[in-house]
């Protein structure tokens, strides 16, 4: 009777799992069927202009703070110079500007001067920037991209998640021990962003 019992508690326990593992499969693949009548992966009418700046990094002759103002005036005087050639019918507007990570190092959420420029150059050229900035919030630094409307100014933001050891931060820093000179781009850590983090200012 009670190998029996044991028996029939096996075969249920059994079934249970492999019923669990069917749903497991079957129940994606059913749901993803179902939703091919609501997502289309044919190409789309129009075409978007995209201009990318490369504003260059100078190197020689400049101490940590003085290069990354001009990291990003290099990227401000790029962009008014397209804006220039746009106004002057030699090349197509764009509908959105790339700056690259790290073109501005200087916080414009803190620095009334990197805002202004960099609202000028989204003024200039007519179209969305997406600049890359270094931003302080909360004590931390973050690795931010940052949408600036010619017309609203800062939008939407992104905060880069999976930051780069020796690029962004110093590990083991705790054994190098207090008497170990770390020069300006390890005064402080970057932060990794939340997992969802997109906001509008």
């Given at each position: 009777m009670r190998l029996t019992l044991e028996s029939r508690q096996t075969r249920v326990v059994r079934r249970s799992a492999a019923t669990v593992a069917l749903l497991s499969v079957a129940v994606p693949v059913v749901g993803a069927l179902a939703a091919r009548g609501l997502v289309s992966d044919k190409a789309e009418d129009g075409t978007t202009t995209v201009a990318v700046i490369q504003g260059n990094v100078p190197r020689a002759g400049l101490e940590f703070n003085a290069q990354r103002r001009a990291v990003l005036d290099y990227h401000v005087k790029e962009t008014l110079r397209l804006a220039a050639k746009v106004?002057?019918?030699?090349?197509?507007?764009?509908?959105?500007?790339?700056?690259?990570e790290n073109s501005s190092d200087v916080d414009p959420f803190a620095d009334a001067q990197a805002y202004t420029d960099i609202d000028e150059a989204a003024k200039a050229i007519g179209a969305p920037i997406s600049v890359?900035?270094?931003?302080?919030?909360d004590g931390k630094l973050y690795n931010e991209q940052i949408l600036w409307d010619p017309v609203k100014g800062p939008t939407d933001t992104y905060d880069k998640r999976q930051i780069q050891p020796f690029g962004e931060y110093l590990p083991m820093r705790s054994l190098l021990g207090p008497s170990t000179r770390i020069g300006p781009p390890w005064s402080a850590r970057t932060s990794a962003g939340a997992p969802s983090r997109a906001s509008s200012p």
């Open positions: 106004k002057a019918g030699k090349v197509a507007k764009p509908d959105v500007v790339l700056w690259p890359g900035g270094v931003v302080a919030r």
